[in-house]
């Protein structure tokens, strides 16, 4: 099974994919189409802006006291005769949930598109207890299907073209259940009727159901969550059992607070007016056994950093990515994490710490151009948090790097020096070279390097006024 | 009125021109132009790539530097946006009247003809500090437009980032040659023999891509532009 262990920095994971042809060419088209649907469906609401800021309000709110909401919520949902378990860990939480399908006697489980679940790696946990984990949601079955790693939160085969995916569900449906129809086209229709018949098998069987939720309102202990397809609300349905794995950020107060981000939701992540299928669920409903795990897995420590905490705001809309420069050109396998683009760069160095070189690049995986910022429905300042973080990246090493920028700190931290360096580079000016020394050498392997001129500006002001 | 030119580094060390113009424009409009020689850098490229340490001594600088003046007019939207917005996060208070060029001259001196003549075809590349952090809007194309002879044509994807990103051209130089040939393929669509903008940096990074490939296409900052007159043009 692929998994994002051991994935070499951003740099050297962007640099292969921009030079593959067919991922560009799939990115561009699939970010500029949302991106377009979602700016049409935002700028017709007239008061987003006020929505915008309630999400961020109520989110703050309720971080500001988990402790209340979540003790709020366990009561609730246990009155509704679910069990909650608490992980503060991806180990702990895996534990759990390994344990909770053992004792169903089950080794076949039916998954529930979710993010919480793909960060702690459930279903490699799952397959290592020899149990089989089978994604439902589309995208996540061809992911799976093609033994690949999602690349996006919201739709994770984004950088598939369809006639990858037809080649994908013809060679290895078959080995997952009900094969590929012969003769399968690579229009969407044709494809997603081989989904839904391969599908539809695995909802009738399934024993025990795995999902996460996109919010869990802490007055009644309602789950809820949000998808396209469908398939999510007959996993949570038709099973016998049903397991949720929920951050503890997924959290909202009242049904009042959840309507702001019903309406913040889809406009930003598939630029849908309205969402399509809603599943709510309060603790056990007849017939059915009910577990939620809340996982904390670096939660409270990202709560409590006074800058980075924004992030907990996130809803998993995924605008940043879809309006994101270099996301675009990059791909989110580049990001190393279930969570790429943006969200991703400050998320994953704060949820896992800066493990590796991995995520210490992650901070430097923007040029601050602010787009991320200005769509986010929640009003993450991710430009903020990634200046913060790149500040505690160079807390520690990167020797090379701290003298270098001690050095130009002199320089231009005083007119006498900069002046110096001005009139040197003025008498040298013919001898600019073509090619930069060292790490320079990646400015100039694509750019021409700028000449400088014979006298700087100060020294023309000198001389003139 | 008289105003305090804070050129920044970059257009002082490389690019002198663009300072000849701002203050040929500014006198020309009127204004007493002084450029405190005590100035350097505002620290941007430090705080950007986490050196917060070395970043506060400059941001001192610059307060102590232009502390005592009504107007500051800076010629580059990203180091305006440092002062404004980031210096009280390294614990620096930003002196009042910081203003961008074009904030400058379409807010406080209310003028948008500027009696400019340039007889070429220009496309305008907004620059993401510009547009996003300081949100100057069109204050840049009501500029561009009521220059005589002049043909704007727009940019497509004009508001998408050109990948120079300060360190960021150098760390990630894959997806920043991979954002600045799209830059460059968009800036070649539009047919313009001028791309202009108002920041040196971004036009560094995409005029050094235009100019290796040989396009022809110039670049040219916003100033001088504005500058250029019938006499001399």
Request: hydrophobic share 40%.
């Amino acid at each position: 099974m692929n998994t994002f262990v051991g994935m070499p920095a951003f740099p050297e994971a962007s640099s292969a994919a921009v030079s593959d042809a067919q991922l560009r060419y799939n990115l561009r088209k699939a970010t500029h189409t949302i991106r377009a649907k979602r700016a049409a469906v935002v700028g017709e609401q007239p008061d987003w802006a006020a929505l915008r800021a309630a999400g961020a309000a109520i989110k703050d709110r309720t971080l500001r006291h988990l402790d209340v909401y979540l003790e709020r919520l366990e009561t609730a949902v246990t009155e509704a005769g679910g069990t909650v378990h608490w992980a503060a860990d991806a180990a702990e939480a895996n534990r759990i949930v390994t344990g909770l399908v053992k004792a169903t006697g089950e080794t076949e489980v039916v998954k529930v598109k979710s993010m919480a679940t793909q960060e702690i790696g459930l279903n490699e946990a799952l397959e290592a207890a020899g149990i089989r984990a089978y994604e439902t949601d589309l995208a996540e079955l061809i992911v799976q299907l093609g033994d690949d790693l999602p690349s996006h939160i919201l739709v994770p085969a984004i950088h598939r073209s369809r006639s990858e995916i037809r080649e994908i569900f013809l060679s290895k449906m078959a080995a997952w259940g009900r094969p590929a129809p012969a003769g399968l086209a690579d229009d969407p229709r044709a494809l997603a009727e081989a989904a839904r018949l391969h599908l539809r098998e695995r909802f009738l069987s399934a024993k025990v159901g795995i999902s996460g939720a996109n919010f869990a309102v802490a007055e009644t202990g309602t789950l809820v969550v949000l998808e396209s397809e469908g398939n999510g609300r007959m996993c949570l349905t038709l099973p016998e059992t049903l397991i949720s794995v929920v951050g503890i950020e997924k959290i909202v107060p009242t049904w009042r607070d959840l309507e702001v981000f019903m309406q913040l939701l889809p406009r930003s992540s598939t630029g849908e007016r309205m969402n399509p299928y809603t599943s709510t669920w309060t603790g056990a409903t007849e017939g059915q056994t009910f577990h939620l795990v809340l996982l904390d897995n670096g939660r409270t420590s990202v709560l409590a950093d006074e800058v980075g905490r924004q992030a907990l705001r996130c809803i998993r809309c995924s605008a940043c990515l879809n309006v994101c420069p270099v996301y675009e050109r990059a791909g989110g396998h580049a990001y190393g994490s279930v969570y790429p683009g943006p969200i991703g760069t400050i998320l994953t160095p704060q949820l896992r710490g800066m493990a590796s070189p991995l995520e210490e690049s992650l901070p430097y995986a923007s040029t601050l151009c602010g787009a991320c910022y200005e769509v986010c429905p929640v009003a993450i300042n991710i430009p903020e948090v990634l200046l913060d973080l790149r500040s505690k990246v160079v807390a520690h090493g990167h020797v090379g790097q701290r003298v270098a920028m001690g050095a130009a700190r002199r320089v231009l931290n005083s007119p006498r020096w900069l002046s110096v360096t001005q009139r040197s580079a003025g008498r040298l000016r013919r001898w600019t070279p073509r090619r930069l020394p060292g790490p320079l050498s990646a400015w100039s392997d694509t750019r021409d390097v700028p000449r400088p001129p014979k006298e700087s500006f100060r020294q023309w002001w000198a001389a003139n006024r | 009125m008289r105003v305090a030119l804070f050129l920044t580094c970059v257009n002082d060390t490389l690019f002198p021109e663009t300072g000849k113009a701002v203050v040929r424009l500014l006198e020309r409009l009127g204004c007493e132009v002084d450029f405190p020689a005590g100035q350097t850098c505002c620290g941007q490229m430090h705080f950007n790539t986490g050196y917060r340490d070395d970043a506060r001594p400059m941001a001192r600088r610059f307060v102590s530097t232009f502390g005592g003046y009504e107007a500051v007019v800076v010629p580059s939207g990203s180091c305006a946006a440092m002062v404004r917005e980031w210096y009280p996060s390294l614990g620096v208070t930003p002196p009042g009247g910081v203003f961008e060029l074009t904030e400058f001259i379409v807010d406080v001196l209310g003028v948008t003809d500027v009696g400019a003549y340039f007889p070429h075809t220009v496309t305008y590349h907004p620059t993401c500090h510009s547009l996003r952090s300081l949100k100057v809007g069109s204050r840049p194309l009501d500029l561009l437009a009521s220059v005589r002879g002049l043909t704007l044509v727009p940019l497509g994807g004009a508001e998408e980032c050109c990948g120079f990103g300060g360190t960021f051209a150098l760390k990630n130089p894959a997806v920043s040659a991979a954002m600045c040939s799209d830059k460059v393929r968009g800036v070649l669509d539009t047919g313009a023999e001028v791309l202009c903008a108002a920041d040196n940096s971004c036009l560094m990074h995409i005029g050094g891509a235009l100019s290796r490939q040989r396009t022809g296409v110039r670049v040219m900052h916003l100033a001088e532009i504005l500058a250029a007159t019938e006499e001399a043009s």
